[in-house]
């Protein structure tokens, strides 16, 4: 069972093909970044998410982010 802020990842990335950055998806759920990292951490272990190099779709940083597979 995904927790609440993995449940809240998957919901913002839906639909996305770009990825979000830990501080933009943190900011977004009024979390911390840590909680964050730990959600996309969920994700890429049960293999519904990659994290990867490039630009976030939020603030176009260029780094790790997020994106569903």
Do not use: I, K, W, Y
């Not at 990842?9 to 933009?24: A, F, K, T, Y």
């Amino acid at each position: 069972m995904r927790s609440a802020a993995a449940e809240f990842l998957v919901g913002s990335l839906h639909g996305l093909r770009e990825g979000v950055c830990v501080d933009c998806s943190a900011n977004m759920m009024g979390s911390t970044r840590h909680e964050m990292v730990e959600a996309a951490n969920e994700l890429v272990l049960d293999g519904s998410g990659v994290s990867e190099s490039g630009a976030c779709v939020s603030c176009q940083r260029v780094g790790t982010v997020t994106r569903l597979r």
